[in-house]
C-alpha cells in the first residue's frame, strides 16, 4: 500500500474517491496526528491509528462520502481524548455514523487546567504554532492560578473578570484583554464538547475593562530599512537569500513563502508564475502571484541551487533523529534577516499596504488581491478559479510598483543608484 503524508484539503478527499478500485493507498493528514483516509478495491474510510492501553490500534472514523474532513478531525481529536483517558472510543464512533448519541460522562470532574490542557492538545494540531504559544502561555499563566484547580463548570464570569481586574490593576493592560479573549475562545470550544456538561460559554457576553487597550500593531518599516534588507542578505546562503527576497518581494506569509515547492513554479502565457498551493495558504485557497523580473531572479537562483530537490527553501541540517532531510527551510533564519533591519516579516505585509495605497495609489481590493485577504476574493469555487485569470494583469501591474519602490528603497539605503547582483540574476 502506497503511503503519502501531506496536509489534507477537500480535493486530497475527492482524489481518494477517485482511486477506489484503481490502487490501494493510505493519505495521512499532518494537521492530525493518526489520521489518514485508507483505501481499499471497493471502499475508502477515515481511520485514525492511536495507542488503547499501550498498544497500537486502528479506529474507523467513518466513510470519506459522508464525514468531511473537518468533522474527521474533530472525531479524531474526541476520540485521541477518550484514549488519553483510557477509554476506548469505537463505541462512540460507531454511534457519530449511526446518528446514535452516546457521550462518555467520565470527564464531569475535570478541572480547569486539566481542561485547558486538552484545548492545548487541539490547538496544537489545528492551529499555527503561534497560536498554540499564544493560548499556552496565557491560559496556564500565573494570572489563571485562583480557578486552575476548580472544576471546569463551575467557573464562572464573575471568576474571569478577576482575573481581568487582577491582571489590569498590574499594569498589564494588554494581558487584561488577552486574558478575556483567549478564555472565550477556550470556554466556546469547552462548551461544544459532549463530556464537559457545560452547554453555553459563560464569558460569551464578557466585555474588555474600561481603559484596557491592547499592544499597537503600527510599526511601519522606513524605506531604508527595507533597501538594508536586501543589502544585507547579499552574502547568506542562496536558499535563505532567495527566500528572504522572495518574501519582501510578493508581501507573502513567511510560512507560505519557506513552503513553497518547485512544482509551485510555473509558465503560463510564456512568463513565471507562482502557483501557491491552497495548503500553504493561511485562507486554505490557490494563490497565484505572477512573477517580477526581481521575483524571477530570485526563484531561478533557488531552482539552480536546489536541483531536484522538492523545496525551493530546503533544509540544510536534521532537526531531529530520524529526520530523512527533505523538509523545507525553519522560519528563524528567514525571520532574523528580517528582523535585523527593524521589523517583522508581518510588518513587511504592512508596509506593501501602506506604501502601495499612499504612493502607488493601489485600492484596498488591489492590495486583497496580493495579500490574498477574504474581501479580494470570491467564495464561489469557479468564480474564483475565473477571478484568478482575469486578475493576473492586474496582479503583475500591482506587484511591478511594489519592486519599483524596493528599488527606491535599495538606492536610498545604498547611497547610489546600484542593485545588488543577485537582483539581476
Sequence with gaps: MEIIKDKMDAMTVRRCLDEIGKREVEWRDNMCGGLSIRVRKKSSSWILRARLHGHMSTFTVGPIQSVTL???????????????SGSDPREWLLAQSSGVSIIPKTESAMTWREAVTKYLDFIEQNRRKATYDDYRKTLLSQWFTPVSDLPIKSVTKTDIRQIQEAAFNAGKSAMSNKVLRNSKAFMA???????????????????????????????????????????????????????????????????????????????????????????????????????????????????????????????????????????????????KRISSCGFTPHDARRAFATYMSDIAGAGMSDIKLILDHAEGRGSDVTASVYMQSQFITQKRAILDHWESFIIDCIYLANGKTELPAYLEF
Design 189 to 335: 470550544w469547552i462548551s461544544e464538547q459532549s463530556w464537559s456538561e457545560i452547554d453555553t460559554n459563560p464569558v460569551a457576553s464578557s466585555k474588555s475593562i474600561e481603559g484596557a487597550k491592547t499592544h499597537p500593531r503600527t510599526n511601519l518599516p522606513t524605506r531604508r530599512q527595507i533597501g538594508e534588507v536586501f543589502l544585507k542578505i547579499q552574502n547568506a546562503p542562496v536558499h535563505i537569500r532567495s527566500a528572504v527576497a522572495l518574501l519582501m518581494l510578493t508581501a507573502q506569509r513567511i510560512e507560505t513563502v519557506i513552503s513553497a515547492r518547485r512544482e509551485d513554479i510555473k509558465t503560463v502565457d510564456r512568463s513565471m508564475v507562482w502557483d501557491i498551493s491552497p495548503a500553504n495558504m493561511k485562507s486554505h485557497r490557490s494563490h497565484l502571484l505572477p512573477a517580477t523580473r526581481m521575483m524571477e531572479a530570485v526563484i531561478r537562483q533557488a531552482q539552480v541551487a536546489t536541483a531536484d530537490l522538492v523545496f525551493m527553501f530546503p533544509k540544510t541540517r536534521l532537526r531531529r533523529a530520524g529526520d530523512d532531510g527533505n523538509g523545507h527551510i525553519a522560519s528563524n533564519p528567514v525571520r
Design 70 to 84: 473537518l468533522q474527521a478531525r474533530e472525531r479524531a481529536q474526541k476520540a485521541k481524548l477518550m484514549l488519553k
